[in-house]
């Protein structure tokens, strides 16, 4: 562990921020690769390419911020970018990223709201000192205040809206670094980060999130399977996966929380590779209607390979990362009934 707390007071990097910063600087620089050549001679490279570096760097500072004020600070900062950065190319863009800082800015107000609760409670915003127990409406609603931003940023329900219009209009780049991966891994980052250290999870809220990522898991699969554009598929597939990192934050056990964990580096590798193969696709067939699209097995062999193995690993087919990760939440699930059966057989 990095203790930059004895020089820096309002940083942190332990274990949880450090897995974050290097998934970060990964999937930085895998887009800014992939952007080189499908950015190329647009008059908007200039612009597009100083928010995609003020996004990392808010990124990583919304990981390491010990301190709350700060945290909100770098976490309102990435909702202006991402509204510049799905806006990027103007047009129809325009309508969906309004869309975008509505729902995410808007539950800043939320966030802003918990932190004050949490101040008033504890009169403390540094993180690392804040240990609230949900025995109160007031601590309950601070927490639900703050999971409700992470549920925006993230893309669960019923905050997950704004996501598939982003991927359907965004630069195919922009769709698998922000909603793909990035906005994934900070709002459960800052999930697990509030039911671990901030608060203490009591059995109530743990249902309550599990409930939310069961719902969210079907219902998003649901809508995905009457999609016909391939990027809006895979936005409504990017959803449901979120589903599963909540249901294993909400067991509240080791299994599932590292399940949890294991599935939103997973879910960020495969669906980034998915929505880049995606955009191979649309730049070289000019459409991402999924009707007019077919036998591109031959013509793009490497495209092909590399979205089989992403779909496979997503499916949770053995062998795959994918299959891993939903494993362990399952057995954390699984962990989390026979307790909770034990508990009632004991009363």
Known sequence: MINLNSYYPWLRADNLSTLALWGIALFSVLVFLYSFRFMAGRPQNAQYYVCMMLTAVASWGAVVANHLILLLAFWGFLGLTL????????????????????????????????????????????????????????????????????????????????????????PV???????????????????????????????????????????????????????????RLLGYSTVSQVGYMILGIGTGNPI??????????????????????????????????????GGL??????????????????SGVPGFSGFVSKWLIYQGVLFYALNAASAVQTL
């Open 83 to 170: 509204f510049l950065l799905i806006n990027i190319q103007g047009g129809e863009s325009a309508a969906a990223a309004k869309k975008s800082l509505l729902i995410v800015g808007g539950s800043d107000i939320l966030m802003i709201l918990g932190i004050g609760i949490i101040y008033y409670l504890t009169r403390e915003l540094q993180i690392d000192k804040i240990r609230l127990e949900l025995n109160s409406g007031l601590s309950v609603l601070a927490y639900l205040c703050l999971a409700l931003a992470c549920f925006a940023k993230a893309g669960a329900m019923p905050l997950h809206s704004w996501i598939p219009d982003c991927v359907e209009k965004a």
């Open 297 to 314: 097995a031959r013509p793009m062999p490497a495209t092909y390979l590399s979205s089989l193995v992403a779909s496979l690993s997503i």
């Open 256 to 293: 599932g929380l590292a399940g949890g964990l294991f599935h939103m580096l997973n879910h960020a590798i495969y669906k980034c590779c998915l929505f880049l193969t995606a955009g191979n696709v649309e730049y070289r067939r000019q459409t991402s209607d999924l009707e007019s699209l």
């Open 173 to 231: 780049p922009v769709a698998a670094y922000l909603p793909s991966s990035l906005d994934k891994l900070l709002g459960v980052y800052l999930l697990v980060r509030l039911s671990t250290d901030m608060f203490v999870l009591n059995d109530e809220m743990g249902v309550f999130l599990m409930a939310i990522g069961a719902l969210t898991i079907v219902a998003a699969v649901m809508m995905a399977m009457i999609q016909k554009n391939m990027k």
